[in-house]
């Protein structure tokens, strides 16, 4: 495995621009998850796909955030319209769906870190 | 619902001492628990995981937890700390939701020489 993989590393923009994440997870991993995380707390669910397919999205996702994941292999998630409330680390996560679902653990990427100036 | 609980921002120990980092659950159903660990600027990485069994799990790098049913804790501890151990450490649970990760708020880790 290669691990979880997310493009870019870092992303300044600026406030009301558009921005695009890339999360590829690890191969033939089915569950593909994204949190974000603000400094000093811990990573807040986003939403999670189980292949292509997105299973639950957080209420504190607005309409400004859309995620998807053609094909149920790399996951993208878009910011619209980015607000400075956006500047957090967005990480992305896969799991296998051997040995039952529940019982397996998540791989987390570096993440990417936005700031919108 | 589920939650998770680190009633602890910062934890501060001396390297060769043993190390706690606490951590509390709520959960409808048999809990799936989980340690992760953060060092700056890096995803999360797992440590450990209970699913069923034996209340003792040991993980990586000399990390163990321990699962308690009727305190509904699952505290980490690791018998003899380094200075490489400080990191932020979080506590995870997979109860009724059968996609997410619920994430604890984290506790910093400081291990002096």
């Known amino acids: 495995d290669t691990g979880v993989s997310q493009n870019p590393r870092h992303k300044i923009t600026k406030r009301g621009q558009n921005v695009t994440f890339r999360c590829d997870p690890i191969?033939?991993?089915?569950?593909l998850y994204w949190y974000r995380q603000t400094l000093g707390q811990g990573p807040e669910f986003l939403t999670y796909?189980?292949?292509?397919?997105?299973?639950?999205k957080s209420r504190l996702l607005s309409d400004r955030f859309s995620a998807e994941r053609p094909k149920g292999s790399f996951s993208t998630l878009e910011i619209q319209r980015t607000e400075q409330g956006d500047s957090a680390m967005y990480l992305c996560a896969s799991s296998s769906r051997r040995d039952r679902e529940r019982r397996t653990e998540a791989f987390f990427g570096q993440g990417t870190r936005l700031t919108v100036v | 619902a589920q939650s998770v609980a680190q009633p602890e921002d910062q934890v501060n120990v001396a390297e060769g001492n043993p190390l706690t980092v606490k951590c509390t659950y709520s959960?409808?159903?048999?809990?799936?628990l989980f340690w992760y660990v953060q060092y700056p600027n890096r995803g999360l990485q797992f440590l450990l995981k209970?699913?069923?069994?034996?209340?003792l799990v040991k993980g990586s790098y000399g990390f163990e937890a321990e699962f308690n049913k009727s305190q509904t804790s699952f505290h980490l501890k690791k018998p003899s700390a380094l200075v490489s151990d400080s990191a932020l450490y979080f506590c995870?649970?997979?109860?009724?939701?059968?996609?997410?990760?619920?994430f604890g708020a984290g506790t910093q880790v400081v291990v002096t020489p």
């Open positions: 209970y699913i069923t069994g034996d209340n």
């Open positions: 796909f189980q292949n292509e397919a997105q299973l639950e």
């Open positions: 959960v409808s159903g048999n809990p799936y």
């Open positions: 191969s033939e991993h089915n569950r």
């Open positions: 995870a649970v997979r109860g009724d939701s059968w996609g997410k990760f619920q």
